[in-house]
């Protein structure tokens, strides 16, 4: 089975301060994605790797960055944050291939900024 | 990017089948469409994907229309346990580039007893 892992199931923090949030996954995906999920909104697409030290932007970037040094790890980096990212955040992987394909999902991280 | 309207929530009895539409007007002509259910403090599931005609396994069927503006993902004799928000996600990843990738807004689906 494949697994994602979020390093934080929740997250309490600071505005202004600096947030990591860590994901995992085991199975050598070569695509691992970080959304983010509101009420009513779904879920949107802050960031995608499609390989080690790649990376696209998505629907909603502004705010964030990411990192991915390794193949295995998909880091998405608050650098000051703000109460409107107050949220879940959601990380994925998929192997390339045809259409969306199937992505596997970590269990979220709810990060709440006071 | 394709726009997907889903319903809001729809409810259910145990037993019944019960089908989830998801209208997508402007998808492309190389976008896939995917079914996901998700239940509380848990990350998406993948249910189906599909991009013509029917596609089915041990958990669903996913009808899509000649015209691909829409897509009905069916749960065939629901129980308690598909109580959950039902997610579809239309759009195409290719090498380099998920910016098509777009979620609808979910539908929560309650099963009754």
């Known amino acids: 089975d494949v697994k994602v892992t979020q390093s934080s199931r929740y997250l309490v923090k600071r505005t202004g301060e600096k947030v990591f949030l860590e994901c995992v996954q085991d199975m050598d995906h070569e695509n691992m994605f970080w959304y983010r999920q509101d009420p009513g909104l779904g879920l949107r697409l802050i960031y995608f790797?499609?390989?080690?030290?790649?990376?696209e932007k998505g629907d909603i970037p502004e705010g964030y960055s990411v990192s991915r040094e390794k193949k295995e790890r998909f880091s998405l980096i608050l650098e000051s944050a703000s109460t409107n990212q107050t949220s879940m955040y959601l990380c994925?992987?998929?192997?390339?291939?045809?259409?969306?394909?199937?992505?596997?999902f970590g269990p979220g991280t709810r990060l709440t900024v006071l | 990017l394709a726009k997907t309207t889903q319903p809001i929530s729809m409810d259910s009895y145990e037993g019944q089948e019960v089908n989830i539409t998801c209208s997508h007007n402007?998808?492309?002509?190389?976008?896939?469409i995917t079914w996901y259910q998700q239940f509380p403090s848990q990350g998406p599931r993948f249910i189906i994907q599909?991009?013509?005609t029917k596609v089915t396994n041990e958990v669903a069927s996913l009808f899509i229309p000649a015209d691909r503006k829409s897509s009905t993902l069916s749960l065939p004799r629901v129980s308690l346990s598909d109580t959950a928000v039902y997610y579809c996600?239309?759009?195409?990843?290719?090498?380099?580039?998920?910016?098509?990738?777009?979620f609808g807004s979910g539908t929560q689906l309650t099963v009754l007893p």
């Open positions: 996600l239309v759009g195409l990843l290719s090498s380099g580039s998920a910016r098509q990738l777009t």
């Open positions: 599909g991009y013509k």
């Open positions: 994925a992987s998929t192997l390339p291939g045809q259409g969306a394909n199937e992505q596997f």
């Open positions: 790797s499609y390989d080690v030290k790649m990376k």
């Open positions: 402007n998808i492309a002509t190389n976008d896939y």
